[in-house]
Protein backbone atom coordinates (compact mmCIF):
# COMPACT_ATOMS: atom_id res chain seq x y z
CA UNK A 1 0.00 0.00 0.00
CA UNK A 2 3.08 2.19 -0.06
CA UNK A 3 2.46 3.36 3.37
CA UNK A 4 -0.27 6.27 2.34
CA UNK A 5 -3.17 7.07 4.64
CA UNK A 6 -6.30 9.39 4.09
CA UNK A 7 -7.52 11.42 6.84
CA UNK A 8 -10.42 11.34 7.57
CA UNK A 9 -11.98 8.79 5.74
CA UNK A 10 -15.70 9.78 6.06
CA UNK A 11 -16.67 13.67 6.57
CA UNK A 12 -20.28 15.01 6.39
CA UNK A 13 -20.16 19.07 5.69
CA UNK A 14 -22.39 21.63 5.02
CA UNK A 15 -22.95 23.74 1.95
CA UNK A 16 -20.21 26.35 2.35
CA UNK A 17 -17.82 25.30 5.21
CA UNK A 18 -14.13 24.97 4.36
CA UNK A 19 -13.04 21.14 4.19
CA UNK A 20 -9.29 19.95 4.21
CA UNK A 21 -8.63 16.28 3.55
CA UNK A 22 -5.48 15.60 4.35
CA UNK A 23 -2.87 12.76 2.57
CA UNK A 24 0.36 11.47 4.34
CA UNK A 25 2.97 9.11 2.89
CA UNK A 26 6.04 7.87 4.79
CA UNK A 27 8.04 6.92 2.00
CA UNK A 28 9.40 10.68 0.28
CA UNK A 29 8.18 10.11 -2.83
CA UNK A 30 8.78 13.13 -5.04
CA UNK A 31 5.19 13.23 -6.68
CA UNK A 32 1.32 13.22 -5.04
CA UNK A 33 -2.33 13.16 -6.18
CA UNK A 34 -5.72 14.37 -5.21
CA UNK A 35 -8.34 12.60 -7.41
CA UNK A 36 -12.16 12.28 -7.47
CA UNK A 37 -14.44 9.36 -7.99
CA UNK A 38 -17.90 9.22 -9.02
CA UNK A 39 -20.15 7.04 -10.65
CA UNK A 40 -20.43 7.35 -14.81
CA UNK A 41 -16.83 9.70 -14.56
CA UNK A 42 -14.25 7.42 -13.69
CA UNK A 43 -11.45 8.90 -11.74
CA UNK A 44 -10.58 12.61 -12.32
CA UNK A 45 -7.32 14.52 -11.01
CA UNK A 46 -7.85 17.49 -9.48
CA UNK A 47 -4.26 18.63 -8.64
CA UNK A 48 -0.64 17.09 -8.50
CA UNK A 49 2.41 17.99 -6.71
CA UNK A 50 5.51 17.22 -7.89
CA UNK A 51 7.80 18.43 -4.49
CA UNK A 52 7.44 20.71 -1.78
CA UNK A 53 5.81 23.62 -2.39
CA UNK A 54 5.34 22.89 -6.27
CA UNK A 55 2.07 22.21 -7.37
CA UNK A 56 -0.31 22.19 -10.93
CA UNK A 57 -3.93 21.93 -11.80
CA UNK A 58 -5.79 18.46 -13.00
CA UNK A 59 -8.72 18.59 -15.30
CA UNK A 60 -11.23 19.39 -12.60
CA UNK A 61 -9.37 21.76 -10.18
CA UNK A 62 -11.81 24.67 -9.75
CA UNK A 63 -13.17 24.92 -6.38
CA UNK A 64 -10.00 23.42 -4.84
CA UNK A 65 -6.72 23.86 -3.55
CA UNK A 66 -3.83 22.21 -2.64
CA UNK A 67 -0.66 22.69 -0.12
CA UNK A 68 2.12 20.88 0.63
CA UNK A 69 4.53 22.46 2.58
CA UNK A 70 6.29 18.83 3.47
CA UNK A 71 7.23 16.12 1.37
CA UNK A 72 5.16 13.37 3.52
CA UNK A 73 1.85 15.39 3.79
CA UNK A 74 -0.45 16.70 0.67
CA UNK A 75 -3.50 18.62 1.46
CA UNK A 76 -6.53 19.47 -0.20
CA UNK A 77 -8.87 21.93 0.81
CA UNK A 78 -12.36 23.05 -0.32
CA UNK A 79 -12.84 26.67 0.16
CA UNK A 80 -16.54 26.60 0.61
CA UNK A 81 -17.94 23.27 -0.30
CA UNK A 82 -21.06 22.28 -2.51
CA UNK A 83 -22.92 19.36 -3.02
CA UNK A 84 -21.24 18.71 -6.54
CA UNK A 85 -18.34 18.09 -4.13
CA UNK A 86 -19.40 15.22 -2.97
CA UNK A 87 -17.62 12.23 -3.89
CA UNK A 88 -15.07 9.90 -2.98
CA UNK A 89 -11.39 11.39 -2.80
CA UNK A 90 -8.52 9.53 -3.62
CA UNK A 91 -4.68 10.36 -3.00
CA UNK A 92 -1.97 8.80 -4.80
CA UNK A 93 1.79 8.66 -5.13
CA UNK A 94 3.80 7.70 -7.84
CA UNK A 95 7.04 5.78 -7.23
CA UNK A 96 9.67 6.85 -9.99
CA UNK A 97 12.94 6.27 -11.51
CA UNK A 98 13.58 4.27 -14.06
CA UNK A 99 10.49 1.57 -15.02
CA UNK A 100 9.17 2.03 -11.19
CA UNK A 101 6.46 5.08 -12.24
CA UNK A 102 3.84 3.49 -10.62
CA UNK A 103 0.93 5.07 -9.14
CA UNK A 104 -0.36 3.74 -5.51
CA UNK A 105 -3.56 4.56 -4.23
CA UNK A 106 -4.78 5.57 -0.88
CA UNK A 107 -7.73 4.02 0.89
CA UNK A 108 -9.88 7.25 -0.44
CA UNK A 109 -12.21 9.68 1.59
CA UNK A 110 -15.91 9.64 1.10
CA UNK A 111 -17.20 12.99 1.23
CA UNK A 112 -21.20 14.16 1.87
CA UNK A 113 -21.89 17.93 1.08
CA UNK A 114 -25.72 18.52 2.35
CA UNK B 1 -1.31 12.85 -25.15
CA UNK B 2 -2.22 9.25 -24.28
CA UNK B 3 -5.54 7.98 -23.91
CA UNK B 4 -7.33 4.35 -22.67
CA UNK B 5 -10.27 2.80 -23.39
CA UNK B 6 -12.27 0.04 -21.51
CA UNK B 7 -14.92 -0.94 -24.24
CA UNK B 8 -16.96 -2.67 -21.63
CA UNK B 9 -18.86 -0.77 -19.23
CA UNK B 10 -19.94 -4.28 -17.38
CA UNK B 11 -19.42 -7.76 -17.58
CA UNK B 12 -21.19 -10.70 -16.11
CA UNK B 13 -19.22 -14.40 -15.90
CA UNK B 14 -19.95 -17.32 -13.83
CA UNK B 15 -17.91 -18.34 -10.68
CA UNK B 16 -15.19 -20.72 -12.76
CA UNK B 17 -15.53 -19.40 -16.00
CA UNK B 18 -12.56 -17.46 -17.54
CA UNK B 19 -12.20 -13.93 -18.06
CA UNK B 20 -10.70 -11.34 -20.11
CA UNK B 21 -11.37 -7.58 -19.96
CA UNK B 22 -10.39 -5.10 -22.65
CA UNK B 23 -7.98 -1.85 -22.92
CA UNK B 24 -7.31 -0.30 -26.05
CA UNK B 25 -4.95 2.45 -25.55
CA UNK B 26 -3.74 5.55 -28.04
CA UNK B 27 -0.37 6.37 -27.53
CA UNK B 28 2.52 7.52 -30.01
CA UNK B 29 5.50 5.06 -28.23
CA UNK B 30 5.42 2.06 -26.34
CA UNK B 31 3.65 3.67 -22.85
CA UNK B 32 3.53 2.09 -19.58
CA UNK B 33 0.49 0.09 -18.84
CA UNK B 34 -1.14 -0.48 -15.65
CA UNK B 35 -4.28 -2.34 -14.26
CA UNK B 36 -6.03 -1.72 -10.62
CA UNK B 37 -8.75 -3.27 -8.89
CA UNK B 38 -10.81 -1.93 -6.66
CA UNK B 39 -13.03 -4.14 -4.13
CA UNK B 40 -16.51 -1.98 -3.28
CA UNK B 41 -15.14 0.58 -0.62
CA UNK B 42 -11.98 0.42 -0.87
CA UNK B 43 -9.06 2.08 -2.75
CA UNK B 44 -7.14 0.72 -6.55
CA UNK B 45 -4.91 -1.95 -5.88
CA UNK B 46 -2.31 -2.49 -8.77
CA UNK B 47 -2.55 -5.87 -10.10
CA UNK B 48 0.11 -5.69 -12.72
CA UNK B 49 1.89 -3.94 -14.92
CA UNK B 50 4.15 -3.55 -18.04
CA UNK B 51 6.96 -1.57 -18.95
CA UNK B 52 8.86 -3.70 -21.25
CA UNK B 53 10.41 -7.22 -21.96
CA UNK B 54 8.16 -10.02 -22.08
CA UNK B 55 4.89 -8.92 -23.30
CA UNK B 56 2.87 -11.19 -21.49
CA UNK B 57 3.01 -9.93 -17.50
CA UNK B 58 2.09 -11.35 -14.45
CA UNK B 59 -0.14 -10.48 -11.64
CA UNK B 60 -1.18 -10.97 -8.65
CA UNK B 61 -4.50 -13.01 -7.72
CA UNK B 62 -3.68 -15.00 -10.94
CA UNK B 63 -4.40 -11.86 -13.31
CA UNK B 64 -2.17 -12.10 -16.59
CA UNK B 65 -1.95 -9.60 -18.78
CA UNK B 66 -0.76 -9.19 -22.27
CA UNK B 67 0.63 -6.07 -24.87
CA UNK B 68 0.05 -6.53 -28.13
CA UNK B 69 1.54 -3.72 -29.79
CA UNK B 70 -0.33 -4.41 -32.91
CA UNK B 71 -3.12 -4.02 -31.68
CA UNK B 72 -2.49 -1.39 -29.47
CA UNK B 73 -4.36 -3.59 -26.53
CA UNK B 74 -3.30 -5.07 -23.03
CA UNK B 75 -5.95 -7.01 -22.18
CA UNK B 76 -6.33 -8.48 -18.85
CA UNK B 77 -7.04 -12.15 -18.09
CA UNK B 78 -7.75 -14.87 -15.98
CA UNK B 79 -8.69 -18.65 -16.27
CA UNK B 80 -10.54 -19.20 -13.54
CA UNK B 81 -13.00 -16.72 -11.74
CA UNK B 82 -13.72 -16.54 -8.19
CA UNK B 83 -16.40 -15.16 -6.76
CA UNK B 84 -14.01 -12.64 -4.60
CA UNK B 85 -12.65 -11.10 -8.01
CA UNK B 86 -16.18 -9.17 -8.61
CA UNK B 87 -14.85 -5.72 -7.89
CA UNK B 88 -13.78 -2.61 -10.83
CA UNK B 89 -11.08 -2.95 -12.74
CA UNK B 90 -9.14 0.02 -14.22
CA UNK B 91 -6.97 0.19 -17.12
CA UNK B 92 -4.02 3.09 -17.11
CA UNK B 93 -1.64 4.23 -19.73
CA UNK B 94 1.53 6.46 -18.44
CA UNK B 95 3.94 8.10 -20.82
CA UNK B 96 7.17 7.55 -21.34
CA UNK B 97 9.92 10.38 -20.60
CA UNK B 98 8.29 11.96 -17.54
CA UNK B 99 5.02 13.37 -17.64
CA UNK B 100 4.00 11.53 -14.33
CA UNK B 101 0.24 11.97 -15.14
CA UNK B 102 -1.18 8.41 -15.69
CA UNK B 103 -4.23 8.82 -17.96
CA UNK B 104 -7.15 5.97 -16.46
CA UNK B 105 -10.00 4.20 -18.55
CA UNK B 106 -13.53 4.86 -17.06
CA UNK B 107 -13.42 1.05 -15.29
CA UNK B 108 -14.96 -2.16 -16.08
CA UNK B 109 -17.05 -3.27 -13.72
CA UNK B 110 -17.13 -7.27 -13.03
CA UNK B 111 -20.04 -9.78 -11.76
CA UNK B 112 -19.84 -12.65 -11.02
CA UNK B 113 -22.47 -14.79 -10.96
CA UNK B 114 -22.05 -18.25 -8.55
Known amino acids: DAGITQSPRHKVTETGTPVTLRCHQTENHRYMYWYRQDPGHGLRLIHY???????DKGEVSDGYSVSRSKTEDFLLTLESATSSQTSVYFC?????????????FGPGTRLLVL | AQSVTQPDIHITVSEGASLELRCNYS??????LFWYVQSPGQGLQLLLKYFSGDTLVQGIKGFEAEFKRSQSSFNLRKPSVHWSDAAEYFC????????????FGRGTSLIVHP
Open chain 1, 92 to 104: AIMASGGEQETQY
Open chain 1, 49 to 55: SYGVKDT
Open chain 2, 27 to 32: YGATPY
Open chain 2, 92 to 103: AVGARGGSYIPT
